[in-house]
């Protein structure tokens, strides 16, 4: 029975590449000379500092600068709320989200089945298994699902007749 699996999956090493280019960026650009702005990174997290909150977004607008050159997609990171840190600076945590949340996952099995194709989708943890008879079927799940366009990067893998 053919099968595929939907998935969502940040490359963690483009994301480190990204962030060298970002830094080495930062530290050769006039308009950051003396300032105190960089980034880390830290498992699934990163942390942005930065003198004000004109540097922070300009910051952010180069991070998603270097992240579109690594065909990283910018829709994986969760820009939380700026928050004040220590001499007037500002600091602001970036999560970076792995798998397929289980409201998504209820929101594309919602969306395949009201679309009442012969496919079936079971949540496996955090990605889906989607399986039918057809080939033809699974490729118009993968283009409903395109279609629907969530704000989470999908990719589909697995792909098996």
Known sequence: ???????????????????????????????????????????????????????????????????????????????QKPEKASGNSVRQTVA????????????IVKAIKGAKLKVQVAIQGDELRVSGKKRDDLQNAIALVKEQKYEHPLQYINFRD
């Open 96 to 107: 970076i989200r792995q798998g397929v949340d289980r409201e998504l996952a209820q929101k």
């Open 1 to 79: 029975m053919p099968s595929f699996d939907i998935v969502s999956r940040t490359e963690l090493p483009e994301v480190d590449n990204a962030l060298q280019g970002a830094r080495r960026e930062i530290e050769t650009r006039y308009d950051f000379k003396g300032s105190d702005c960089s980034i880390e990174r830290s498992d699934e997290s990163l942390v942005i500092r930065a003198d004000d909150d004109f540097k922070l977004k300009q910051v952010q607008e180069l991070l998603r600068g270097h992240m579109a050159k690594r065909k990283v997609d910018t829709r994986a990171f969760d820009f």
